[in-house]
């Protein structure tokens, strides 16, 4: 176990058991989906591999790119507002104490969560969180087919927004 603190959080972090877990982790949620908005974060993951968000990532034992699922929202302006995350195996607490917390890393949001939205086969069930992310990305495929939507991206939908209100809190000052 490592201790990492980032913002509020102090993330206490087993990432070697992460690391082994995600080796047996070989098609990420985007490439498994298959949708015209997974297919669109392929494009947007290469573009957006900030260093210091992947920094993050692999001190926690998580490779970049992959994700267990991503779900994008348009935005008013036509940018896409993706919402996704990571699994790592420990725990995390906030310092203040407050439920909603939300850190910049990059051009990333982050935002902790304990427990697991849904068992996924590589991963313990017990003693593991969610690193969840948001972004502002654009459409970079040359075709978009908004009927691709299926069954896990609504349900990726209504997680993202659950956490919505806050983020367009935390940016209006
Ligand atoms: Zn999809």
Same mark, same amino acid.
């Given at each position: 176990?490592?201790?990492?603190?980032?913002?509020?959080?102090?993330i /206490?972090?087993?990432a !070697?058991?992460?690391?082994r877990?995600?080796?047996? #982790? /070989?098609?990420?949620?985007?490439e498994?989906c298959?949708?015209?908005?997974?297919? /669109?974060?392929?494009?947007?993951?290469?573009?957006?591999? !900030?260093?210091?968000?992947? =920094?993050?990532?692999?001190?926690?034992?998580?490779?970049?790119?992959? *994700?267990?699922?991503?779900?994008?929202v348009?935005?008013k302006?036509?940018?896409?507002m #993706?919402?996704?995350?990571?699994?790592?195996i420990g725990d995390?607490?906030?310092i203040d104490?407050s439920?909603?917390?939300?850190?910049?890393?990059?051009?990333? *949001?982050?935002? &902790?969560?304990?427990? &697991?939205?849904?068992p996924? *086969?590589?991963?313990?069930?017990?003693?593991?969180?969610?690193?969840?992310?948001?972004?502002?990305?654009?459409?970079?495929?040359?075709?978009?087919d908004p009927?691709?939507?299926?069954k896990?991206?609504?349900?990726?939908y209504m997680?993202?927004n659950?956490f919505? =209100?806050?983020?367009?809190?935390k940016?209006?000052?």
């Amino acid at each position: 176990m490592k201790t990492i603190n980032i913002g509020q959080y102090i993330i /206490n972090v087993d990432a !070697d058991a992460t690391r082994r877990a995600y080796s047996g #982790y /070989n098609t990420p949620g985007p490439e498994r989906c298959k949708c015209g908005y997974c297919n /669109n974060w392929v494009e947007a993951r290469k573009l957006f591999k !900030d260093e210091s968000f992947v =920094d993050l990532l692999s001190s926690m034992g998580i490779p970049y790119g992959y *994700e267990i699922e991503v779900c994008e929202v348009s935005g008013k302006d036509s940018p896409h507002m #993706y919402s996704g995350w990571y699994i790592f195996i420990g725990d995390f607490e906030v310092i203040d104490g407050s439920e909603n917390h939300s850190h910049e890393v990059g051009p990333y *949001e982050i935002r &902790l969560s304990k427990g &697991l939205s849904y068992p996924v *086969e590589e991963f313990p069930k017990e003693g593991v969180s969610e690193l969840h992310f948001f972004i502002q990305t654009q459409w970079y495929l040359k075709k978009q087919d908004p009927n691709t939507v299926t069954k896990k991206t609504k349900i990726g939908y209504m997680l993202y927004n659950t956490f919505a =209100d806050l983020i367009s809190k935390k940016k209006k000052p």
